[in-house]
């Protein structure tokens, strides 16, 4: 089988009478340039196989030719030190300098070349356009992708439209387009890769991973919930004057308006749930009511006890695809999300009993004698995601503890299965979930909440309360929420919060809602101590290991206990500034008018 860098990762095929899993193989590149001879559809074929490379995954992806300092690294994707994960991080403190380089920046304006070069070209081709329309809707699709990518993460950013210069391997971008700006065109590149791109059952099967046109109305639903609801949240406070700093605020003509965007994700939403050919991944009869941790771990027949292939996963909806003999992951991903993605008590407590109610309001709650307890008559989900818990009893703290973080239990959703022996380190080969139609289900939701301040319970059964059976938990609708004193908007993102748990979410989330500053500036906590058997039993907790020692806080069952203090709010200052990266140094200073983000 050819090496990895002459095989472009854009499909599987499944050898008949097999399970032998291979790559369709195109014609060896290790990079391509302008200069490259676009004189027939292969050629385009082979161009537009290749941008899926450029989309984020389990490995670490850079430009070709660009230095190592640039690496993407998928830990990043991971949500990891946000106030749901135990071991904290600078980022989710608001502990950040303004950086040199910063390898976001460079690798994605590296890559929108790749697709400028692929739409430049397809203007000059002699040829049928409509032989190479397919493959010109693709390069439209990854420049709308790293655009809206480049945004969330700084705000406004040079538009890149055609095919711009390399200097010293530092992308000279210019000036800064507002947020605006770059978010219209995001939607205009959207809207043609929508018009040029085949429906997801034409990709069909051997070419599974490759985007389709469904993949491309589901990502312009992302981007339309994400920007509608930073606009009616956070409004221009990130945006600087566009003169001295920061991008600006300009909008251009016919720009959509927050109930614009919020329709539109709504029908967008609808119309892949109706119409596309996904479908949740649940097997909860043949998993032990474990689909939520099989699902992101599935990587042959021998992963999962029903023997089920990655063929079985219509969820994913935009993916990157991963193989044991063609593309592991060569990194240290196990070993990494066991620790770095431990619970804190807040994520442990955001948990529902199965009667759909808080363990504040559930007579289904255990309590928290011991960590097996709290998992008793609670959301799937919670032991699909969380290991190392003996049963009937709970885990050691401090250094005998599993966990980076001391808090004894650790994460399993991304790990490989029964690793390290199925996988070991380095060779998990699970494809990556860029976007499933779980989040789907949760944008058609909670659009629909922040356009009309309500929702109905038709809406609910046709999107989380889909969740909430795989996750065993009973249906929301507005008579139980208004019975128990819930609120509707509060329920449903914690269904977000809960299912895209380390899938990237959460640091957005809490950004686009407004309220990074007070989530992440507060104590994070750990295990409950008084009470449970922690507090009488030293050989499973040994206090010293903790440099912050105890609180008493009212838990999320409501009761006044001391609970181990992991990192206090005098050390956590996430400000409005922390809600966009700095623009690297180094590209500052190639032309003045590039201007820092505000607070940088």
Known sequence: ?????????????IVAGGCQERFIDLEPKDSYTEAVYFATPEHFEYAANKLHENLVGWRDIRGAGLPSAYNTSYADWLDLGTDLTALPQDYGRGVLTPSNIDPYWTSHYYFLRD????IKKASEYDGDQADISHYVATAHFFRAYHHYELMVRFGGVPLSLDVYELKDEILNTGKRNSRYEVFAQVLQDLDAAIAGLPAEVEVGDANKGKISREGAKALKARALLFEATWEKYVGTSTDGDGV???????????????????????????????????ELWNHNADLDNLSSYYLFNIDGSASNPAGLTKLSNREFIIQGIYDVDVRRTNTNLSHVVAGRLSPTRKMLDMFLATDGLP???????????????????????????????????SPALGSQSLSNSG???????????????????????QNFPYLRLAELYLIYAEALYERDGA?????LNLSINLLRERAGVAPLTNSFAAANGLDMGEEIRRERTIELYGENSRYNDLK?????????????????IEGTVYESNPSLYKPGYFLYGEEKITTGAGSQLSTVV???????????????????????????????????
């Open 1 to 13: 089988m050819k090496n990895i860098r002459n095989i472009v990762m854009a499909g599987m095929l």
């Open 115 to 118: 697709a400028n070069i692929l």
């Open 244 to 278: 001295s700093v920061g991008a600006g605020s300009e909008k251009p003509n016919g720009y959509p308006s927050v109930n614009d965007m919020l329709t539109g994700a709504i029908e967008l939403s609808s119309d892949v749930i109706n119409n596309g050919p996904y």
């Open 359 to 393: 363990i504040s309001k559930s007579p289904l709650f255990q309590g928290y004698n011991t960590v097996d307890d709290e998992l008793q008559n609670r959301d799937y989900r919670m032991s699909a995601y969380f290991d190392n818990i003996p049963e009937d009893g």
């Open 407 to 429: 808090v004894g239990i650790t994460n399993r959703k991304h790990e490989a299965f029964d690793y390290p022996k199925y996988r070991s380190q380095g060779q998990e080969s």
């Open 455 to 459: 929702i109905s319970d038709v809406d």
């Open 512 to 528: 686009r809602w407004g309220i990074a500053e007070e989530v992440l500036s507060a104590t994070v906590y750990g295990p409950v």
């Open 566 to 600: 992991l990192d206090p709010a005098s050390i956590r200052n996430f400000t409005r500034t922390d809600y966009l990266f700095s623009i690297p140094q180094e590209d500052l200073q190639i032309t003045s008018e590039l201007l820092q983000n505000p607070g940088w």
